[in-house]
């Protein structure tokens, strides 16, 4: 085929696959380019350091969102040890010991802990803004059958 009328590779979207980590010998599979022309076209524009901040971005971002998980995690575990505390103080009453009212208790608290992680999960929700955090209908969601 004369020059003229081969097609030219597209070089955004090719940048774009290797910004977002496909390797040059997928992209040649995918591209009528070689892994070499990637990698030079790659070395000359810097796609290589765009990469790796758009990497320390993510990274940072995940970090981030692991540090705030943690905070909620530690703020509702505190809450429900507290609450349990003070339903084991009830439970270990000598005049309650019956098993009904033990039972009741016992699911009294686990209740309370469900409550208190919904309610912390809702708040993280709203100080984290729209669309960044997770909502709490898909973490509590079942999986299909």
């Known amino acids: ?36 022309q990637v990698r030079d076209k790659a070395y000359k524009n810097g796609w290589g350091k765009t990469k790796a901040t ?29 609450k349990l505390q003070d339903q084991m103080k009830e439970i270990t009453n000598p005049y309650l010991l019956d098993g009904e009212r033990v039972n009741s208790l016992f699911q009294t608290a686990m209740n309370n802990s469900v409550k208190l992680t919904l309610n912390a999960l809702k708040e993280q929700e709203q100080e984290m803004g729209e669309g960044d955090a997770v909502p709490i209908e898909i973490i509590f969601k079942r999986p299909e059958s």
Do not use: C
Request: proline share 5%; hydrophobic share 40%.
């Open 1 to 36: 085929m004369p020059k003229a009328y081969k097609k030219r590779p597209n070089w955004k979207a090719i940048e774009a696959l290797y910004l977002q980590g496909v390797t040059p010998s997928e992209i040649e599979s995918v591209y009528d380019v070689t892994s070499k």
């Open 54 to 82: 758009i990497s320390d971005k993510i990274a940072t971002a995940v970090e981030e969102d692991l540090s705030a998980l943690s905070k909620l995690t530690i703020k509702v575990h505190t809450q429900f040890m507290l």
